[in-house]
């Protein structure tokens, strides 16, 4: 069986300071992990994914991930925050021969001025 | 030139009424999926075809079924609503079932039942 936890539901930071958004997962197989970012009334965008490749990875405007086996976690970080990047973050764990995604409950990124 | 489309984007009926809502994509994808995402933002797979074919469907009410009139298009059709169908349902699309492929989402589509 397959789980991921974001251990925050809200998470807010300054603008130009670092953010750390976390997800721990579970999973009987070698995951792939993902994070998506959903924008007010938007889509999900994906950020960046990991599939047993580079364990660091990056993605999009400046996010990156850092798949770590031996704690089970899949943490996003971003270097500076912009304000634009206040929005909704989705964990997603899958594995190999499933089409499902589950997704963990989101973390809402707060970025203050 | 939009990946995955919606229609419509907001919807708002009474209980007990009948609705469709109706997704394309442009990928050339073989797989499609309908989420439905509730009120505190969680996401929840419903269903998925591959190929025309139903290969998930989750513990979802008789009353909500899919249609996959070829392998561009996944149509969701929602009878007799209740007030516990309001949510926001997102199509997404996928090329096969290798795990490490993006699922793309559409906008989504806002239900409301009065």
């Known amino acids: 069986a397959q789980s991921v936890t974001q251990l925050d539901s809200h998470v807010s930071v300054s603008e130009g300071t670092p953010v750390l958004l976390r997800c721990n997962y579970s999973s009987s197989y070698s995951p792939s992990l993902f994070w998506y970012v959903q924008h007010p009334n938007k889509g999900l965008q994906l950020l960046l994914k990991?599939?047993?490749?580079?364990?660091l990875v990056k993605g999009i405007n400046g996010f990156e991930a850092e798949f770590k086996k031996s704690e089970t976690s899949f943490h996003l970080t971003k270097p500076s925050a912009h304000m634009s990047d206040a929005a909704e973050y989705f964990c997603?764990?899958?594995?190999?021969?499933?089409?499902?995604?589950?997704f963990g409950t989101g973390t809402r990124l707060k970025v203050l001025a | 030139d939009t990946a995955v489309s919606q229609t419509p984007k907001y919807l708002v009926t009474q209980m007990g009424n009948d609705k469709s809502i109706k997704c394309e994509q442009n990928?050339?994808?073989?797989?499609m999926y309908w989420y439905k995402q509730d009120s505190k933002k969680f996401l929840k797979i419903m269903f998925s075809y591959n190929n025309k074919e139903l290969i998930i469907n989750e513990t979802v009410p008789n009353r909500f079924s899919p249609k996959s009139p070829d392998k561009a298009h996944l149509n969701l059709h929602i009878n007799s609503l209740e007030l516990g169908d309001s949510a926001v349902y997102f199509c997404?699309?996928?090329?096969?079932?290798?795990?490490?492929?993006?699922?793309?989402f559409g906008p989504g589509t806002r239900l409301t039942v009065l």
């Open positions: 990991y599939t047993s490749a580079a364990t």
């Open positions: 997404a699309s996928s090329q096969g079932g290798d795990r490490a492929n993006e699922q793309f």
């Open positions: 997603v764990v899958t594995s190999s021969g499933t089409y499902k995604y589950i």
């Open positions: 990928l050339g994808h073989d797989t």
